[in-house]
């Protein structure tokens, strides 16, 4: 079969890498892709949000799945697009129609679902700038650090976490009176600071059934120690080691069998990635937020552990009968060490020169923010390569993409030398 994949990042790269190993395929493209997708399918320079577009590709190349990585078009409705043509509405669509992509759309929406179908949560309340006076008494009435988000989509910077009061009200006033998200700041939601370690667990469902993929924890922050400015993610670890199954059995009682059950009760028909993004309170676990897709780096770590064939396991999402699939998972750690452009999340260069590559051994090389211009392989983002590597222990693994991390060169090359150093 022919699939398209949207997205240009290091999830979408890993999918690619995936997908290219089953049988089942035939030809697959990537819109828009990167330089490292090119090895694995050909790239389509259009957007991943640019519908029409989509469409003209999907008819062109005679497509028979759309994989979605991103959240944008998904929250825009790229699956209901596909419902509404008469030419597309056959082809099936991995990822959730824009009902269900509000658990990820909108934190408002997400933690009114939760406090509905009783998933355990963080207490929170949501303000409006007509409502801000409210909410910096809200805030006097919280514990610090706050915890301060965005409703909207704000590529991952739209979460904040002031150490005091006087800084987390100087931010609540940013986000609403000053538009500091943009609209995705035109609400607010505050919450209640959740003390533990992160972790996230992804779920693949048809509607009805589901598949557990592998757990993992990633690095948000840009400086080691988890300190400075949020980032896509710095690096990630999969399996995490204290989630085992004894903690992976709560979050399937009381997380995720709530949430399949509660879209249904709602009549949210989803089909796609639920990204679950949790706290481990002393072994009880709270959902911090949901995403609808696949998380990255975390594709990263994840996708490479699962052994079953994944077009199959798509096939079972479209048709609904994933309950009928095979799944199995690679027992080895695999983790990933980010590589980024200097400067960044702040003001980056890009279209630096990549070299190295042929340096790298025992690591798989996913491209995140790279592009191809005259035979060379340039920077074209802030997270820029994702090195992933196998090994019996944690340790190992990690011991791996580090050395890796130092093969490839580019101006400015920064990656962080302490991710999974708190779960030893």
């Known amino acids: 079969m022919n699939i398209l994949i949207l997205g240009s990042g290091g999830r979408e790269h890993a999918f690619a890498w995936k997908l ?21 399918g050909t790239n389509i320079n259009i957007s991943a949000t640019d519908f029409e577009s989509v469409k003209i590709e999907v008819l062109k190349n005679k497509i028979n799945m759309v994989l979605v990585g991103p959240e944008d078009p998904l929250v825009n409705g790229i699956h209901d697009f596909f419902l509404s043509d008469s030419e597309l509405r056959n082809i099936p669509v991995i990822g959730p ?20 179908h009783n998933i355990p949560t963080a207490q929170y309340q949501t303000f409006t700038k007509q409502t801000l006076s409210e909410g910096l008494k809200f805030l006097e009435t919280l514990n610090p650090p706050y915890v301060l988000k965005a409703d909207g989509l704000a590529a991952g910077k739209g979460v904040v976490i002031p150490a005091t009061l006087n800084d987390a ?21 505050i919450e209640e600071f959740l003390q533990g370690i992160e972790l996230s667990v992804f779920v693949l469902t048809d509607g009805n059934s589901y598949k557990i993929l592998p757990s993992a924890k990633d690095y948000k922050r840009i400086g080691e120690g ?11 670890v999969s399996p995490v080691p204290f989630a085992d199954e004894t ?35 002393d072994g009880e676990p709270k959902v911090i937020e949901y995403n609808v897709r696949m998380g990255d780096p975390e594709t990263e770590t994840v996708i490479p552990r699962i052994k079953s064939d994944l077009i ?42 990549i070299t190295g590559f042929d340096k790298v051994k025992d690591s798989i090389v996913f491209h995140a923010g790279t592009k191809e211009k005259d035979g060379s392989i340039l920077t074209n983002g802030g997270r820029v390569i994702a090195i ?37």
């Open 20 to 40: 290219s190993q089953s049988t089942k395929l035939d030809k697959l493209f990537i819109a828009p892709g990167n330089a490292g997708t090119s090895n694995f």
């Open 97 to 116: 129609q824009k009902d269900g992509a509000q658990l990820e759309g909108s934190k408002d929406f997400s933690k009114k679902f939760m406090i509905r």
């Open 169 to 189: 009200k100087a931010e609540l006033t940013e986000m609403l009176a000053n538009a500091k998200f943009g609209n995705a700041s035109s609400k607010v939601v």
């Open 226 to 236: 988890d300190t400075g400015l949020n980032t896509g993610g710095m690096g990630a």
């Open 247 to 281: 903690f992976i059995k709560k979050v399937e009682e009381r997380i995720i069998i709530p949430t399949i059950n509660g879209l249904k009760e709602e009549n949210i028909n989803y089909k796609g990635f639920i990204f679950i993004g949790l706290m481990n309170m």
């Open 312 to 353: 199959d396991l798509f096939q079972g999402v479209a048709n609904g009968n994933l309950n009928e699939k095979t799944f199995e998972t690679d027992t080895r750690f695999a983790t990933t060490v980010m590589l980024v452009a200097g400067g960044y999340p702040e003001a980056f260069e890009k279209e630096n020169v």
């Open 388 to 424: 992933t590597s196998f090994g019996v222990t944690m340790e190992e693994s990690l011991k791996k993409s580090f050395a890796n991390a130092e093969c490839i060169h580019y101006k400015d090359k920064y990656y962080r030398k302490d991710i999974g150093i708190d779960l030893k």
